[in-house]
């Protein structure tokens, strides 16, 4: 399959729109692939000719990068021009939930998005195919299309006419695993009205993803089906953390009624695995959306389903901060407490919505002195996430309650610790040296392991107390 496409301009330098570029560029040399943003620190972080650099982290992309920047990918913040010279713009800038007026909590603040097409309005040239890459609400495009309507028919210079087709081609890529994903997808999803545009969409991703992988739709089933999608993958984590804490409480281990359930090829055996609850930037902002969609279709039953998903996931962290709490004697106040692992799930620097987030904020509100430890996640970021700077020294008077630092090894934030907490399942947790780690800690002492990764008859045989999620026994 061809494509007519020779020029694409990206919106959006983030984790989305970065690693999906370069990796179209990678496997469509003929086109030349612009990624533009307002954010010049981070174009110039993907520009760094050091590419350990790039301002997002995962693994083979630097190579991918590396491949193509230059040739026929390109980086940066001259976003009229690129839009100009395209044929196609992808808009795949952030959708937060909205923080403030109608919806405040649930909705998507969509102003990006508009500013976005405004300026696809503006500058477009002839005609072009715009692609919603974002995860947006259902009938986000519409609002797209009225935009870009509005310009229809303007000549800009001496070009032709402008015009557009509005597409809705959103991503499944799950972080840490962006390259693989896009690579080779399960699925690509592309939903429009307008078959030649379509075409030429699918004709970029023919170059490498098999026809029968490409499933067309209309823009409305699109949009809904990548809310859908998240919120089913959301609804079986909070679904086993509900077993794992039943299994605390009966003596079952949620590890085995994972494997026992998940071998009935009805249910499949991934997205099982029980731990703090989920975080990253999309499973509880896009369920959110989806709740405010069904309030205002009148669906509030269908509201109430669906946000039960995210309030087990909030419980979820609570109830792991409160047994830690129960365990060292109903006190943390001025304990230390080693917290490994901080972003949403291992094999990122991303942070957005991560368990870590609630459950040090609990811990610091009951006064616990926090030493925490994650391979890719810096001060800067936690402290903006945990909304407290970092302290010097955890020793001295004036840090003695609520205070946290990071350490730039587990060793050291395990030192004088009466407790670990393993909160992000990087791959070198699994390796950790108890029998060394142990004797280092105030005694007695405690390894509660949220992501059932560490080595627990070590642990146990070090003489640590290990709580592990959803182990009864
Ligand atoms: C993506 C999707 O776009 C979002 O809908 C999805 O739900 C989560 O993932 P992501 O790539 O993770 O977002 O976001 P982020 O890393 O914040 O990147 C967005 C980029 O767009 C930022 O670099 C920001 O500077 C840029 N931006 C935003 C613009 O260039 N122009 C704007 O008007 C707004
Ligand atoms: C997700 C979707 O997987 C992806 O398709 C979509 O495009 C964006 O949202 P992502 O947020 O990057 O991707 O990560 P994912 O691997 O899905 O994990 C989300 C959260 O669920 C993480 O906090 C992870 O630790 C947690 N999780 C995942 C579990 O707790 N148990 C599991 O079995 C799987």
């Given at each position: 399959?061809?494509?007519?496409?020779?020029?694409?301009?990206?919106?959006?330098?983030?984790?989305?729109?970065?690693?999906?570029?370069?990796?179209?560029?990678?496997?469509?040399?003929?086109?030349?692939?612009?990624?533009?943003?307002?954010?010049?620190?981070?174009?110039?972080?993907?520009?760094?000719?050091?590419?350990?650099?790039?301002?997002?982290?995962?693994?083979?992309l630097?190579?991918?990068?590396?491949?193509?920047?230059?040739?026929?990918?390109?980086?940066?913040?001259?976003?009229?021009?690129?839009?100009?010279?395209?044929?196609?713009?992808?808009?795949?800038?952030?959708?937060?939930?909205?923080?403030?007026?109608?919806?405040?909590?649930?909705?998507?603040?969509?102003?990006?998005?508009?500013?976005?097409?405004?300026?696809?309005?503006?500058?477009?040239?002839?005609?072009?195919?715009?692609?919603?890459?974002?995860?947006?609400?259902?009938?986000?495009?519409?609002?797209?299309?009225?935009?870009?309507?509005?310009?229809?028919?303007?000549?800009?210079?001496?070009?032709?006419?402008?015009?557009f087709?509005?597409?809705?081609?959103?991503?499944?890529?799950?972080?840490?695993?962006a390259?693989?994903?896009?690579?080779?997808?399960?699925?690509?999803?592309?939903?429009?009205?307008?078959?030649?545009?379509?075409?030429?969409?699918?004709?970029?991703?023919?170059?490498?993803?098999?026809?029968?992988?490409?499933?067309?739709?209309?823009?409305w089933?699109?949009?809904?089906?990548?809310?859908?999608?998240?919120?089913?993958?959301?609804?079986?984590?909070?679904?086993?953390?509900?077993?794992?804490?039943?299994?605390?409480?009966?003596?079952?281990?949620?590890?085995?009624?994972?494997?026992?359930?998940?071998?009935?090829?009805?249910?499949?055996?991934?997205?099982?695995?029980?731990g703090?609850?989920?975080?990253?930037?999309?499973?509880?902002?896009?369920i959110?959306?989806?709740?405010?969609?069904?309030?205002?279709?009148?669906?509030?039953?269908?509201?109430?389903?669906?946000?039960?998903?995210?309030?087990?996931?909030?419980?979820?962290q609570?109830?792991?901060?409160?047994?830690?709490?129960?365990?060292?004697?109903?006190?943390?106040?001025?304990?230390?407490?080693?917290?490994?692992?901080?972003?949403?799930?291992?094999?990122?620097?991303?942070?957005?919505?991560?368990?870590?987030?609630?459950?040090?904020?609990?811990?610091?509100?009951?006064?616990?002195?926090?030493?925490?430890?994650?391979?890719?996640?810096?001060?800067?970021?936690?402290?903006?996430?945990?909304?407290?700077?970092?302290?010097?020294?955890?020793?001295?008077?004036?840090?003695?309650?609520?205070?946290?630092?990071?350490?730039?090894?587990?060793?050291?934030?395990?030192?004088?610790?009466?407790?670990?907490l393993?909160?992000?399942?990087?791959?070198?947790?699994?390796?950790?040296?108890?029998?060394?780690?142990?004797?280092?800690?105030?005694?007695?002492?405690?390894?509660?392991?949220?992501?059932?990764?560490?080595d627990?008859?070590?642990?146990?045989?070090?003489?640590?107390?290990?709580?592990?999620?959803?182990?009864?026994?």
């Open positions: 399959m061809t494509s007519s496409v020779r020029t694409i301009c990206c919106i959006g330098a983030g984790y989305v729109g970065g690693p999906t570029m370069a990796v179209i560029a990678d496997r469509c040399p003929q086109i030349q692939v612009t990624v533009v943003d307002l954010n010049q620190a981070r174009i110039d972080a993907w520009n760094d000719a050091d590419l350990s650099k790039l301002p997002v982290y995962e693994p083979g630097d190579v991918v990068v590396g491949r193509c920047r230059g040739r026929n990918l390109h980086f940066s913040t001259a976003v009229e021009g690129a839009i100009a010279a395209a044929d196609m713009v992808f808009l795949s800038v952030n959708t937060p939930t909205k923080t403030k007026g109608v919806g405040a909590g649930q909705a998507s603040d969509l102003r990006w998005i508009e500013a976005s097409a405004r300026q696809v309005a503006a500058c477009a040239q002839g005609h072009t195919i715009v692609v919603e890459k974002s995860t947006l609400p259902v009938r986000t495009a519409q609002t797209v299309k009225a935009i870009l309507n509005a310009a229809q028919g303007e000549v800009a210079g001496v070009g032709t006419p402008k015009s087709s509005v597409l809705s081609n959103p991503e499944f890529l799950a972080e840490g695993t390259i693989p994903d896009l690579e080779s997808p399960d699925r690509v999803l592309i939903g429009g009205e307008d078959s030649a545009s379509i075409d030429a969409l699918a004709g970029i991703y023919g170059q490498w993803v098999p026809s029968e992988r490409i499933l067309r739709t209309n823009l089933s699109s949009e809904l089906s990548k809310l859908t999608a998240n919120a089913f993958l959301a609804q079986r984590i909070s679904s086993i953390n509900s077993i794992a804490a039943l299994c605390e409480s009966t003596g079952a281990d949620v590890q085995e009624v994972a494997h026992a359930i998940g071998a009935d090829s009805r249910i499949g055996s991934k997205f099982l695995k029980a703090p609850g989920f975080g990253g930037s999309c499973f509880q902002k896009d959110l959306n989806l709740v405010y969609l069904c309030g205002h279709y009148g669906l509030h039953e269908v509201a109430a389903y669906w946000q039960s998903v995210v309030d087990l996931n909030a419980w979820q609570h109830r792991i901060s409160r047994l830690v709490v129960e365990r060292l004697f109903g006190t943390v106040t001025g304990k230390r407490i080693a917290i490994l692992g901080f972003a949403f799930k291992a094999d990122t620097n991303d942070t957005r919505e991560a368990p870590a987030i609630r459950i040090c904020q609990d811990l610091l509100e009951e006064g616990a002195r926090l030493a925490i430890y994650d391979p890719k996640v810096g001060d800067d970021q936690i402290s903006s996430d945990l909304g407290v700077p970092a302290t010097q020294d955890l020793t001295t008077q004036q840090s003695a309650e609520g205070s946290w630092l990071t350490c730039s090894t587990p060793a050291e934030a395990v030192k004088h610790s009466d407790a670990v393993i909160l992000t399942e990087w791959a070198s947790f699994a390796s950790l040296d108890w029998k060394q780690l142990a004797p280092l800690m105030r005694q007695p002492a405690w390894l509660f392991d949220a992501r059932s990764i560490a627990r008859s070590a642990a146990e045989a070090a003489g640590l107390h290990v709580w592990r999620v959803g182990c009864g026994s």
